[in-house]
């Protein structure tokens, strides 16, 4: 398995423009995750989809940020529009749908919002 | 709200030097997961501790869960520059819920 794919890996933009992160989870995982990563704040859950549903997306930062999951192959995180403060590694992650099971993160996308 | 905390936030030692990062929940836990992440890499499953006082060894690192299961420690004994990268704690989040809040980390720094 090539593990969890996300696409792009790094992304340069400006301030005003619309940004869509891609993420493919590992075949058979139920459970998709959006994680953003800075320094001043670590790891924070930004969305978590169980069977492609949106369970818990408290951690969205506001109405700017939406995550859609399509079908259980493919999710996507849009910014729009984008500001310099967006700028983090986003993660994608996914899991089998027991409960305790490790989460598998992808490599990861750097966003700049210049 | 639920969170999981770890300390130290960053330490240096120097090649050989053992380290410990302690992880603290404000709940008690079913599990405890530990992640490493090397410097630009992103995080990597290590290992999950389920039981009451369970601890478990890989090598040089040693994994234990508290009696309440409310907190965890890793230890790295005799640490060398491969043991470079952040390590985090994450605990399943309260309610039911298949997914993992995460401590904030603990970054090492290894000098040789």
């Known amino acids: 398995d090539a593990g969890v794919i996300q696409s792009p890996r790094h992304e340069v933009t400006e301030m005003g423009q619309e940004v869509t992160l891609r993420c493919k989870p590992i075949?058979?995982?139920?459970?998709l995750f959006w994680y953003r990563q800075t320094m001043m704040r670590g790891l924070e859950l930004l969305i978590y989809f169980n069977n492609n549903v949106p369970i818990d997306d408290s951690g969205m930062p506001e109405d700017r940020f939406s995550a859609k999951m399509p079908n259980a192959s493919f999710s996507t995180l849009k910014i729009q529009p984008s500001e310099p403060r967006d700028s983090a590694v986003y993660f994608c992650?996914?899991?089998?749908?027991?409960?305790?099971?490790?989460?598998?993160f992808g490599p990861g996308t750097r966003l700049t919002v210049l | 709200g639920q969170q999981v905390m770890q300390i130290p936030q960053y330490q240096h030692v120097q090649e050989g030097e053992d380290f410990t990062t302690y992880c603290n929940s404000s709940?008690?836990?079913?599990?405890i997961q530990w992640y490493k992440q090397r410097p630009g890499g992103h995080p990597v499953f290590l290992i999950q501790?389920?039981?009451?006082?369970e601890v478990k060894k890989q090598k040089r690192l040693t994994f234990q869960f508290g009696e309440a299961k409310k907190n965890s420690s890793l230890h790295i004994t005799a640490t060398q520059t491969t043991d470079v990268g952040t390590y985090f704690c994450a605990g399943p989040l309260s309610g039911g819920y298949n997914t993992l809040i995460f401590g904030a980390g603990t970054r090492l720094a290894v000098h040789p």
């Open positions: 992650a996914s899991s089998a749908l027991n409960r305790d099971r490790e989460a598998f």
């Open positions: 709940t008690t836990l079913s599990n």
């Open positions: 075949s058979g995982h139920n459970s």
């Open positions: 501790l389920v039981k009451s006082g």
